[in-house]
């Protein structure tokens, strides 16, 4: 069996339908204060955490659009789209796949970073591989080929590890938010105003006048699509034993010593 369609730069995979200028532009993004980037590995709840920023900053939009009509996919569009998307922003929102050493820095920018047990994110990585056949050309692609590849890191933006590792080690600088997809899932209230609370500005405060109405507008939009997109405990339909065992192996061995060692025990 062939594998998903890809494009690379120095090892660095991405869908086959990005276009590498793109990714390397994206990158040299010059950020600046109050811009907001969302970040996580595909698949754990960007679009998700989208949805609640953008409703939170531009609070008289209602009903919040779907992201990709307003967020810039950084390494998607490249530089250009992205600054002239957000030409009118005071407070510039970006959504990035990419690695925290690639991703635009600055001191007063904030950054949320999602994270999501790695056995779904799997699962939901191989859906989604299947079903963009415009991107991957993978839509005959079997669960076990693609639990190597994901294992070994060969798969779009990279090991999962790679990425989880060294944004979990961020989480206690004053500009990085790390939230996990299970407590936006089960929390989605709460999680909405620790965002609004990390952004600044009196956004907690400002959800919280009126009886709630800007909340509730946020979480309607939330329930929308919280079906499709949240699925906890949705590995366990095709991990083997011995494919869970492999997994739990690698998470160990990454995590040791970073402080992430023991999330989601009760999840794999």
């Known amino acids: 069996m062939l594998p998903p369609s890809f494009n690379a730069h120095d090892g660095f ?5 990005y276009d590498i200028a793109n990714l390397l532009s994206g990158r ?4 600046r204060p109050h811009d907001v980037f969302v970040c996580s590995y595909p698949d ?40 002239r998307m957000t030409a009118k922003d005071h407070a510039r929102l970006f959504k990035t796949h990419l690695p925290s050493k690639w991703t635009p820095a600055h001191d007063a920018a904030k950054y949320i970073c999602v994270g999501r047990n790695p056995k779904d994110t799997s699962v ?5 591989t299947r079903e963009y056949v415009e991107g991957y050309h993978y839509e005959n692609g079997q669960w076990d080929d693609y639990f190597e590849l994901f294992l070994a890191g060969q798969v779009d933006f990279g090991d999962y590890f790679d990425f989880f590792v060294p944004w979990f080690q961020r989480k206690d600088e004053d500009n990085v938010l790390f939230l996990t997809y299970e407590y936006l899932a089960d929390e989605t209230r ?16 400002r959800l919280l006048e009126h009886r709630e109405e800007r909340l509730h507008v946020i979480v ?41 060692q023991h999330m989601w025990a009760d999840l794999m």
Request: glycine letters at 8%.
């Open 13 to 17: 995979l991405v869908p086959g339908s």
């Open 28 to 31: 040299s993004l010059k950020a």
């Open 44 to 83: 754990c709840g960007n679009d998700y955490v989208l949805r609640i920023v953008y409703g939170i900053l531009h609070n008289d939009v209602a009903p919040i659009p779907p992201p990709e009509t307003v967020v810039p996919h950084l390494e998607r569009v490249g530089k250009e789209v992205a600054e």
């Open 124 to 128: 939901a990585h191989y859906y989604r």
């Open 190 to 205: 709460d999680a909405i105003l620790r965002i609004a609370r990390f952004l600044g500005d009196d956004y907690e405060d």
């Open 220 to 260: 309607d939009a939330l329930e929308n699509v919280k079906a499709p997109l949240i699925q906890l405990g949705d590995w366990k339909t095709l991990y083997s034993a011995d494919q869970s065992e492999r997994m739990l192996d690698k998470f160990h061995e990454k995590t040791k010593g970073t402080g992430a």
